[in-house]
């Protein structure tokens, strides 16, 4: 799947749709630099379609680099957030020790 995004991202270089799921072929190989990176672009390009979801995954990415206070801010912003990921980063903030 890899090879397959990398050779469309040649061919579209700004597609939101390769970026978010490059970076989430990366988040699954535990390549996080390279994910982080692709979610970071989702995010600072403020794409609708994908915005929530690179902001979850990148709150993921950071939690498993032990960034955990990096993290939890990405998290608190999805919990007060009215998006499907709200539930999902409230419970996350609880198992990390926060209330």
Do not use: C
């Not at 988040?27 to 982080?36: G, P």
């Not at 609708?48 to 032990?66: E, I, T």
């Not at 709200?86 to 020790?97: H, R």
């Amino acid at each position: 799947a890899l090879s397959e995004t990398e050779k469309f991202s040649i061919e579209y270089p700004g597609d939101v749709n390769t970026k978010y799921y490059r970076g989430y072929i990366y988040y699954v190989m535990q390549n996080n630099d390279q994910a982080v990176a692709e979610m970071d672009w989702i995010i600072a390009n403020h794409n609708k379609v994908f915005y929530d979801d690179g902001k979850w995954y990148k709150a993921l990415l950071l939690n498993r680099a032990q960034k955990t206070s990096d993290a939890k801010m990405i998290l608190n912003e999805l919990a007060a957030s009215n998006t499907p990921y709200s539930i999902k980063a409230k419970q996350l903030l609880e198992l990390m020790g926060e209330k």
